[in-house]
């Protein structure tokens, strides 16, 4: 989360430099500042999803190092998943909570024109969002560890189509649908690689062991 | 176990020393910094914590060993003591993220709700010069010369208090503490009720209000200063560290407020480190007298009751340096009882313990981290006027409370490599006096816009 954060901030920097530079009325020069923002976040996160990467590394070969038994009390995989969701909730928190906040208070949802299903699709947006950074954060973690780039790569190209794609809102449909798409494919291929398998889900719905 | 001594400076006020990591017994901690930036990374912790319950009783030991400066040790004892010391850190970190975190909900949620706190009703004697004046110049100078009187305050009451310990004037900070906590227990807590209640329109009648209060104000004062459950004692002392922050947070100036967080941290760092410092003095003279520091002004995760440290066992002698930070902010006087208070816990315990010195090991060992109470303040005032001034709300706030429970970590993983007192401020009061600026001023916009957009990324 703290990373995240910290990926956060210097983006904002950077976008905040850009826009004080430029002028402020030009319109399509402000949008395609904003754009320009977004995709420098989206790989600045990625960025920092490396570095903390390599924090995690170190970390593990530290306990291993210290343990008893030659293995890490913890695993990769665990940490993966964490970092996944520290990074998935924080990007939501910041994304959500002061749509939430105002939600509390009075108002009307669209009144000037614009979509009235605001607030629903904020929320699964968010929600998709936490759920894609969980499993990149596998994704993201199993490449590097068995240095396979492309997966990496591959992470790095579905975040800057997610994002990409919200620039179709309001037209969600051309956001939501292909976010909720990708999000299916990242699970799936998240679950494949942390071993689990058709025969693993299908015991676990049967509640058969 | 990790846990930091942290001296934190007695401040003047009664309140004293709150603020301060402290260690309780902390085994003896080779370097291990690749562990702790496991532990750091936190993931670790729910592992670890499988782990820890096994090796208690070989950690004493170790401590002891370490204490008493065994220079050779054996590397196995060592890589023994490093992973002990692995497990309970993370354990610990965990333990105190809990406590801070619902201090500083407690502040958020007051402040959020309660327009009271966010009224400006006058200052206190302590920054008597006014901030509205119409030049950017003056207004910073003021503020300057606010955190000078009032950091001069907090160093002439701490140097005050560890006088008094010196010279062993007990009944002196125990009737001082004792009348602060009374105060803080009783007043501030009416004045918070009755905020509370018109906040929400609730009517309560003075027969009803005296008797929640009186009740409050008794459990409170037995918990804190004498014996009670331990996560009452705990939940107390949340409570009025919540009441101090909250206090804060009105009364001093928007950026006398800033500077003098910025001002406690450097003078935390100086009074715990240098070796004049008054806090590290008090440390070692308590070190010294084998006795324990002001138990009621620090929170402690485990066992709050002071075991005595004066076991001829050297195994379990370990100096429970609590770093009484306290937290200045006890401007106020009543905050001085809050001292006397510790001290008098503090004088009381050594005396039943004696003659249990196996029972006390465990103690010690259950004792776990201590962080004084002035940290939570000053976390909680950080918190609060970043909600309460904030104009992107809730993004500053939680920015900053990540990034103080981020130093809070880093500290505990630096008390584990130096295993002596720290200063538990510095780190985490930088974060997050960093991490509000740059969030208000330039992660606010990006965010605004972005929403508006309703724009991901």
Redesign the interface.
């Known amino acids: 989360?703290?990373f995240w954060?910290v990926s956060?901030?210097l983006?904002?920097?950077i976008?905040?430099i850009a826009?004080k530079a430029s002028d402020p009325r030009d319109e399509p020069l402000q949008k395609g500042l904003?754009i320009f923002?977004?995709m420098f976040?989206?790989l600045l996160?990625e960025a920092f999803r490396f570095l903390y990467y390599k924090?995690?590394r170190?970390?593990?070969?530290?306990?291993v190092?210290?343990?008893?038994d030659g293995c890490s009390?913890?695993s990769i995989q665990?940490?993966a998943y964490?970092?996944g969701v520290g990074f998935g909730l924080?990007?939501g928190?910041?994304?959500m909570?002061?749509?939430l906040?105002d939600a509390l208070g009075p108002g009307t949802v669209g009144i000037h024109g614009d979509s009235q299903l605001?607030f629903l699709?904020?929320a699964f947006?968010?929600m998709v969002?936490i759920f894609l950074h969980t499993f990149w954060g596998i994704l993201f973690f199993h490449g590097c560890e068995h240095r396979r780039w492309w997966e990496v790569m591959a992470v790095v190209v579905m975040h800057l189509a997610?994002?990409g794609s919200?620039?179709c809102?309001?037209l969600y449909v051309g956001s939501l649908v292909p976010s909720y798409l990708l999000m299916v494919i990242a699970a799936t291929w998240a679950y494949v690689l942390s071993g689990g398998s058709a025969q693993n889900l299908r015991r676990f719905l049967l509640c058969k062991f | 176990m990790i846990t930091f001594m942290n001296n934190s400076d007695s401040e003047e006020e009664p309140c004293n020393e709150r603020t301060s990591l402290m260690s309780a017994e902390s085994p003896p901690v080779p370097s291990y910094q690749d562990g702790l930036q496991a532990s750091e990374a936190g993931e670790a912790q729910a592992h670890r914590k499988r782990r820890t319950g096994s090796s208690r009783s070989p950690n004493n030991i170790a401590d002891g060993d370490a204490d008493s400066g065994v220079p050779v040790r054996e590397s196995a004892l060592e890589n023994e003591e490093e992973e002990l010391t692995l497990k309970y850190g993370a354990k610990h970190v965990i333990m105190l993220f809990v406590p801070v975190t619902l201090c500083m909900i407690v502040v958020v949620a007051t402040i959020k709700s309660v327009r009271f706190y966010t009224e400006k009703n006058g200052q206190l004697i302590y920054t008597p010069f006014s901030e509205d004046t119409p030049s950017v110049g003056q207004r910073l100078l003021n503020s300057v010369l606010n955190t000078i009187i009032m950091i001069s305050v907090i160093v002439v009451m701490t140097v005050f208090l560890v006088l008094l310990y010196k010279y062993r004037c007990y009944k002196f900070i125990h009737g001082w503490l004792i009348l602060s906590s009374l105060m803080l227990l009783f007043l501030f807590t009416y004045i918070y009720l009755g905020e509370v209640l018109k906040t929400y329109n609730v009517a309560m009648d003075y027969p009803t209000l005296f008797l929640v209060i009186w009740n409050f104000g008794a459990v409170g004062m037995i918990c804190i200063h004498w014996k009670g459950p331990l996560q009452l004692q705990q939940a107390y002392l949340i409570m009025i560290s919540a009441l101090m922050a909250l206090v804060f947070i009105k009364y001093l100036p928007e950026w006398s407020a800033w500077v003098i967080l910025g001002a406690i941290s450097i003078y935390d760092l100086m009074a715990v480190l240098c070796p004049k410092g008054p806090l590290r003095m008090l440390v070692e003279t308590a070190q010294e007298r084998n006795e324990p520091i002001f138990p009621a002004l620090i929170y402690s995760s485990a066992m709050m009751w002071t075991v005595g440290m004066a076991k001829p066992d050297p195994a379990a002698r370990g100096p429970r340096q609590q770093t009484c930070v306290a937290a200045e902010d006890g401007r106020e006087n009543h905050r001085s009882p809050l001292h006397a208070d510790s001290q008098m816990s503090e004088t009381r315990s050594p005396v039943p313990n004696r003659p249990i010195t196996s029972f006390e090991e465990l103690e010690e060992e259950e004792r776990g981290v201590k962080l004084g109470l002035g940290d939570f303040i000053f976390y909680s005032v950080l918190v609060g006027k970043a909600a309460a001034t904030a104009s992107g709300d809730w993004n500053t706030t939680l920015a900053c409370f990540v990034a103080i429970l981020i130093g809070l970590c880093l500290t505990l993983l630096l008390l584990a490599v130096f295993k002596k007192a720290l200063p538990a401020l510095p780190i985490s009061i930088t974060f997050g006096l960093v991490f509000y600026f740059s969030t208000d001023n330039i992660v606010r916009p990006f965010m605004d816009t972005l929403a508006s957009h309703q724009l991901y990324i």
């Not at chain 1, 170190?58 to 306990?63: D, N, Q």
């Not at chain 1, 190092?65 to 008893?68: K, P, T």
């Open positions: 989360a703290f954060l956060l901030l983006s904002s920097l976008w905040f826009v904003l923002g977004v976040s989206v996160q924090l995690l170190k970390a593990i070969e530290g306990l190092a210290l343990s008893e009390p913890i665990q940490m964490v970092a924080m990007s928190a910041f994304s909570i002061n749509l906040a605001y699709t904020s947006m968010t969002l997610v994002s919200t620039f809102n309001p």
